[in-house]
């Protein structure tokens, strides 16, 4: 899944400079959208989720962006269980997730992570 999400940014390869943002089932990456600005790649992915009818209460954000409190309220909003990202959160993202119950991942790097709450939800795949 990591390498799908990463090979799906090609504003990313061409410029270096923009966020990325998907949603993704246990399987595949089923949303990707670009932007310079990390909350409107967020935007961009959950639209595309609401016009497609896309329940998302089964499904997880992936984010290049900082896990700030902003980034998580949207991802409660919209009823996402887990939010990823291969950077970190801040400290008020963290007490939002713990206080709602969002699991959040910070420094995603292939299978390397940093769970920073709501661990139950993290299954560990052999191989």
Do not use: C, S, W
């Given at each position: 899944m990591g390498h799908t999400f990463g090979r799906s940014g090609k504003l990313y390869r061409q410029t270096g400079g923009v966020h990325a943002c998907g949603i993704a089932d246990a399987h595949e990456?089923?949303?990707?959208?670009?932007?310079?600005?990390?909350?409107n790649a967020f935007d961009k992915v959950v639209g595309m989720a609401l016009q497609q009818g896309l329940e998302?209460?089964?499904?997880f954000a992936l984010t290049t962006g900082r896990l700030s409190?902003?980034?998580?309220a949207k991802a409660i909003a919209h009823g996402v269980p887990i939010l990823a990202s291969s950077s970190a959160p801040t400290a008020m993202g963290v007490q939002w997730s713990r206080r709602f119950g969002l699991t959040l991942v910070g420094f995603l790097r292939?299978?390397?992570?940093?769970?920073?709450?709501?661990?139950?939800?993290?299954?560990?795949q052999d191989g």
């Open positions: 990456l089923l949303l990707f959208a670009e932007d310079v600005g990390r909350h998302l209460t089964h499904k409190a902003e980034i998580v292939g299978r390397r992570m940093n769970v920073y709450t709501g661990y139950q939800r993290i299954v560990p």
